[in-house]
């Protein structure tokens, strides 16, 4: 079994305080959701787990398995087990799918035990299979000119080609429709276990009737102000968050003045 | 400061080489007219680029005798490598300046395509290549350096497509250079008659370290009506070179011209490419891509001008620059009066991997006509910190993130050339020039 652990997390972009002190444990064969209004730092934790260089850590820790997390290029993060599937996945021209994927793979192991291009092959049709995406999206460059929903579904197969101990997943079910979500769900679904980890940030509970979280936490304003179980997101869904701020005392963001 | 132009060669030189290479008798006229021009015209003026002080002149000879190859087994192994183990039955090499070796196919020969080197052309061909040789592409006069190839053409070849002939495999030619006293005053000539299609590319290679004359060079292309051209280039010459090489197109009704150039040399280069849209319809494709390294100067000029109605130009040019390399890309695109219904389109970009390499691009457009349509995309750059990031979050390491990136990025031209042999040239030669 292995544990990610985020203790008193402070993360600023451009000199903003963004997350002001955020805890959190996962431990494999458990779902966590995220929610929480706009604006509020969910893909902020997202990032900072996965070492965006943009995002500067101020104070607090992240382990996986009791190594320091922060101590690592974001490189060496994804090698020790760590996946975020992003908002925005970005375009990378004339790299072809297949090629980068086999690169990423390879990259966890070592140099004269490369996946064999067959087994590589056949790995990736049949993953591609149940994500129900079209073949010619191996051979395409890198997400370039695929839409929203398409690119949101070849996160997820990077997901299931590099099987990473635990995976963030920013709004994966954003820009899909209704099968593919189902599709999306199933893809995730099967990857629960003994092995396998997984936060997912989401602001709909359609989603969560899909993938059953075992942990539901709300941010708000760049803390976690509330955790439960599934229940807490379907109160969420009905009631929206206003209720949440009245009955934890918190001051919407305009009250607070920025020096 | 300007330095002095003391031609190496009088009108008798040009005369007695034309004389040894047994060219048409208009041919030793021809360079001789081109000799005595030579020292009235002046030097092009590539934008941005203060050339001045370069020296397109002085050379050790103006050209060597080297083996000629009986067999592709006798050919060095950098160079057998460009050659396809099953594809090599259209293939021309030239060995510096000597013509060195030539297979055409017989169902070609039996069609009327002629492959064959430039001076037994000008012979067997005579009127064929009187009729395309400096007349409506590149003019003798248009500058010095294009002056000086016309007097001092020391290889090259001529490839013919007759009408309705398709050349079903692409016919490739070899510039293969080991000698550092040879220069290279090449001109290349491609005819494709209405109808027809062709593949050509060509290879410039050199294995020597550091060569010591000039590399002038000439390409015209002339597309039929409705024929169809794809020109893939390798660019591989080594510095001491002062490198000038003009392709030139000239398009017919309905036709096609892609042009494929990967610009990967090593020595200073002036480089051009245009194509004339000279046919109603007609359309041009061109891919550029370019490293610059070391202390490299180059200055790259694509231009497409659209004369003939709903004419299509397309410029893509990709270039990495590294080091204390200067890269200057100029992209033009050019709508003449009358050219109703054309577009012309470019887009430039340019990574700078070094804080001392300097890389500039100036799209440029020229439109003269009021219905047509045109657009420009132009950028100078590092390599984006989200992709780097992306590739990153995947386990891949920053030095193979960069890599794919870079190679995504000059990926067009590698794409598009028809020889596996030569794509792979080509992706290794980039590997080792942005390492
Ligand atoms: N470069 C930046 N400069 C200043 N503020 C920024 C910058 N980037 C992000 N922010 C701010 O950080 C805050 C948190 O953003 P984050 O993307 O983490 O929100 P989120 O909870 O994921 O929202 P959403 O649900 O809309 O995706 C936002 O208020 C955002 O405007
Ligand atoms: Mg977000």
Redo the contacts between chains.
């Keep these: 079994m292995s544990t990610l652990e985020i203790k008193g997390l402070h993360v600023e972009i451009e000199g903003k305080e963004i997350l002001k002190g955020v805890d959190l444990t996962i431990n494999s064969n458990e779902i966590h959701a995220i929610m929480g209004p706009n604006g509020t730092g969910k893909s902020t934790l997202a990032q900072a787990i ?5 995002y500067e850590v101020t104070a607090g820790t992240i382990t996986l398995d009791g190594e320091d997390v922060l101590e690592m ?3 060496e ?3 020790a087990g760590l ?2 599937a ?1 908002q925005y ?2 375009e ?4 072809t799918n297949a ?2 994927l086999r ?2 793979i390879n ?2 192991r070592d140099e004269g035990d490369e996946i064999p291009l067959m087994g590589f092959i056949r790995e990736l049709d049949a993953n591609m299979e149940t994500l129900e995406m079209d073949e010619d999206m191996a051979t395409r ?2 997400n370039e000119g695929f839409s929203g929903g398409e690119k949101k579904r070849n996160e997820i197969l ?1 997901l299931k080609m ?1 099987k990473p101990k635990f995976a963030v997943l920013d709004e994966i079910d954003s820009g899909l429709d209704i099968d593919a979500l189902r599709i999306v769900s199933k893809g995730i679904n099967d990857m629960r276990g003994e092995a396998f980890g997984c936060l997912i940030i989401t602001h709909y509970q359609r989603l969560l009737d899909y993938i059953t979280p075992d942990h539901v936490h709300v941010m708000i304003q760049g803390k976690v102000v509330k955790s439960g179980n599934a229940e807490l997101a379907k109160e969420l869904e009905e009631k929206g968050y206003d209720w949440l701020h009245e009955e934890l005392g918190i001051e919407p963001e305009t009250a607070e003045q920025e020096a | 400061m300007t330095v002095e132009t003391k031609l190496a060669l009088t009108e008798q030189d040009v005369r007695s080489f034309s004389k040894k290479m047994d060219e048409a008798a208009w041919m030793s006229d021809f360079r001789a007219e081109a000799l005595a021009k030579v020292e009235q015209i002046p030097m092009p003026k590539p934008d941005k680029t203060r050339i001045d002080r370069w020296n397109f002149t002085e050379f050790p000879v103006h050209a060597v005798e080297s083996a000629t190859y009986e067999s592709l087994e006798d050919l060095p192994a950098q160079a057998h490598e460009l050659i396809d183990p099953d594809n090599h039955e259209n293939l021309y090499i030239q060995h510096n300046n000597t013509p060195a070796y030539l297979s055409l196919s017989e169902d070609l020969k039996a069609k009327g395509v002629i492959l064959t080197d430039i001076f037994t052309a000008t012979r067997e061909h005579s009127d064929l290549v009187k009729k395309y040789y400096m007349t409506d592409g590149v003019k003798v006069d248009e500058h010095k350096l294009t002056a000086l190839n016309a007097a001092f053409m020391n290889g090259g070849v001529f490839v013919y497509v007759p009408k309705n002939v398709v050349v079903e495999e692409p016919i490739q030619v070899l510039f293969f250079h080991d000698n550092e006293q040879a220069s290279l005053f090449n001109h290349v000539i491609i005819v494709a008659e209405a109808n027809s299609s062709l593949s050509y590319i060509e290879n410039y290679l050199s294995t020597v370290e550091e060569a010591k004359g000039q590399a002038n060079i000439v390409s015209e292309v002339f597309t039929g009506d409705n024929a169809e051209v794809t020109y893939g280039a390798v660019d591989v010459l080594p510095k001491g070179f002062t490198t000038f090489v003009s392709r030139r197109g000239v398009t017919g009704r309905d036709s096609r011209l892609n042009w494929a150039l990967g610009l990967m040399n090593d020595s200073n280069t002036i480089a051009e490419n245009i194509t004339h849209l000279i046919g109603d319809g007609s359309h041009s494709d061109m891919k550029t891509v370019v490293v610059g390294r070391g202390d490299q100067r180059e200055n790259i000029t694509t231009k497409i001008i659209s004369f003939g109605q709903n004419t299509n130009g397309m410029i893509l040019k990709h270039g990495v620059v590294k080091d204390s390399a200067t890269t200057i890309f100029n992209g033009i695109g050019k709508i003449e009066n009358g050219a109703t219904g054309s577009n012309a389109e470019q887009e430039s970009r340019m990574l700078i991997l070094s804080d001392r390499a300097r890389a500039d691009a100036n799209p440029i457009l020229l439109i003269e006509e009021d219905e047509v349509t045109a657009g420009h995309a132009a950028t100078v750059g590092q390599v ?4 780097m ?10 030095k ?2 960069e890599r ?2 870079i ?6 031209v590698v794409s598009q050339l028809k020889l596996e042999g030569v794509k792979k040239q080509l992706t290794e030669v980039i590997e080792r020039k942005v390492r």
Excluded: C, N, W
């Design positions: 996965m070492g965006h260089p943009r290029e974001v490189d993060r994804a090698r996946f975020l992003m996945p970005s990378i021209t004339g790299v090629d980068f690169t990423a990259a966890k460059y890198l990077q590099l | 984006d910190p989200l992709e990031f992306y590739l990153m979050s995947r386990g891949i390491t920053k193979e993130a794919l990136i190679h995504g990025f000059l990926a067009p």
